[in-house]
């Protein structure tokens, strides 16, 4: 986790790690929420990628993990890993989709950390989140 994952808060304990989440459907940001705040994860969801661009060039602290669909109405994945990585190069970012695989970017010069295809057991989203955050 990241050094201001390991400073305290005024209470004693570790603060929870905060995790953007970015999907145009609705249900999946639920289901990402209720994966992740069982696991300490503070989830701060978007159903707008530019909203969520502009969240994160806000954001201080920065998240320390970006979720993000691949297909979405605004801008897609790739897009949305282009501007946070322009803002923040070292942001880690874990790219789900049902609509494509991970070729879609290997030609790239922006490229997620991971890449979860879609549908995915919440075990295995909790997984790679966590070992994400590990690094």
Do not use: W
């Not at 049902?98 to 989203?125: H, I, M, W």
């Amino acid at each position: 986790m990241s050094a201001n994952s390991v400073e305290r808060n005024g209470h004693g304990r570790p603060p929870r790690p905060l995790v953007f989440a970015v999907d145009d459907e609705p249900m999946l940001l639920e289901l990402v929420a209720m994966v992740l705040e069982p696991l300490g994860c503070q989830v701060q969801t978007f159903r707008d990628p530019t909203a969520a661009v502009r969240a994160f060039s806000l954001a201080q602290p920065r998240p320390e993990l970006i979720i993000t669909d691949f297909a979405m109405h605004a801008m897609n994945g790739l897009d949305l890993i282009r501007d946070c990585r322009r803002i923040e190069p070292q942001q880690k970012i874990l790219m789900v989709s049902g609509t494509v695989d991970e070729t879609v970017y290997y030609d790239s010069p922006y490229q997620p950390d991971r890449f979860l295809a879609k549908p995915y057991p919440a075990a295995q989203l909790a997984e790679i989140v966590l070992a994400l955050l590990a690094k």
